[in-house]
């Protein structure tokens, strides 16, 4: 793994699903509707964990492909070169953001906190916002047609039921 990768880790997934739940239950602990940890003979545990491990190996397998196909990392700092429409990529365009989304829902069930699914909500409308301002232009410009046509065939959150095949 290189460097860039490493970085790209640390800080996006890092502040998102570590740093800021991890602030946001120590500022909650002991406020009316806090956290209260699942337990694990409990569904809300099970369902969590599921979500959890589903959302953990979409991440690593659409982080993999930015290395290896897109010949990149999912930072804006060292993005890919190459446009990936592969995997997930066929079904949806942020199928990244998706996964973390997803892993937040996971969060909240485990640990019982309602902060951080309002942490999992206030994510999803800044990275909507970043994409369509930021990301979606940038895209454009650097991989032109090829993008436009990926972007007006693969809607951006709700999954395609059949993959999209790149002409």
């Given at each position: 793994?290189?460097?860039?990768?490493?970085?790209?880790?640390?800080?996006?997934?890092?502040?998102?699903?570590?740093?800021?739940?991890?602030?946001?239950?120590?500022?909650?602990?002991?406020?009316?509707?806090?956290?209260?940890?699942?337990?694990?003979?409990?569904?809300?545990?099970w369902i969590g964990a599921a979500l959890g491990a589903a959302g953990f190996a979409?991440?690593?397998?659409?982080?993999?492909?930015?290395?290896?196909?897109?010949?990149?990392?999912?930072?804006?700092?060292?993005?890919?070169?190459?446009?990936?429409?592969?995997?997930?990529?066929?079904?949806?365009?942020?199928?990244?953001?998706?996964?973390?989304?997803?892993?937040?829902?996971?969060?909240?069930?485990?640990?019982?906190?309602?902060?951080?699914?309002?942490?999992?909500?206030?994510?999803?409308?800044?990275?909507?916002?970043y994409f369509m301002r930021s990301e979606e232009p940038a895209l454009e410009e650097?991989?032109?047609?090829?993008?436009?046509?990926?972007?007006?065939?693969?809607?951006?959150?709700?999954?395609?039921?059949?993959?999209?095949?790149?002409?």
């Amino acid at each position: 793994m290189n460097r860039e990768l490493i970085k790209a880790i640390l800080v996006l997934p890092g502040s998102a699903l570590i740093y800021i739940p991890g602030a946001v239950l120590w500022l909650t602990a002991g406020l009316p509707g806090g956290w209260t940890p699942a337990g694990v003979a409990g569904p809300r545990f099970w369902i969590g964990a599921a979500l959890g491990a589903a959302g953990f190996a979409m991440a690593v397998w659409t982080v993999r492909l930015f290395a290896t196909a897109g010949e990149g990392t999912p930072a804006p700092w060292a993005p890919p070169r190459r446009l990936v429409v592969r995997g997930p990529y066929r079904h949806v365009r942020n199928p990244m953001l998706a996964a973390v989304n997803v892993m937040l829902a996971a969060e909240a069930l485990l640990f019982g906190s309602w902060y951080i699914a309002l942490w999992m909500a206030v994510f999803f409308a800044l990275n909507t916002t970043y994409f369509m301002r930021s990301e979606e232009p940038a895209l454009e410009e650097r991989f032109g047609e090829s993008y436009r046509l990926y972007k007006a065939s693969v809607p951006r959150w709700v999954p395609r039921w059949r993959p999209w095949d790149a002409p």
